[in-house]
């Protein structure tokens, strides 16, 4: 299978759960959406340290948020977290 990410479990919900929510609810109510997620990996083990989120739409949506792929990691860090204007 393709596009299989192991996330511990607080990584996955609510830290990136949170935010792809808020990011489908704008899609839903019709704003496109330009979405794209990167891995960052320090070692070649498999699992990233961080899942790198961005988000653009064209109603004012600007995501950049970075999840941390451990244990106590139960929100996101982001740099900006506008949905809508």
Known sequence: ???LVPLHRA????AMSTVENRIANQIRGGQAVHYEVTLVYSKPTGVPDVVHMEAHGNRGMDVDCWIINRAGAD???CSSED???
């Open 83 to 85: 949905y809508e204007r």
């Open 75 to 77: 929100s996101a860090v």
């Open 1 to 3: 299978m393709r596009n």
């Open 11 to 14: 990584a996955n919900s609510p």
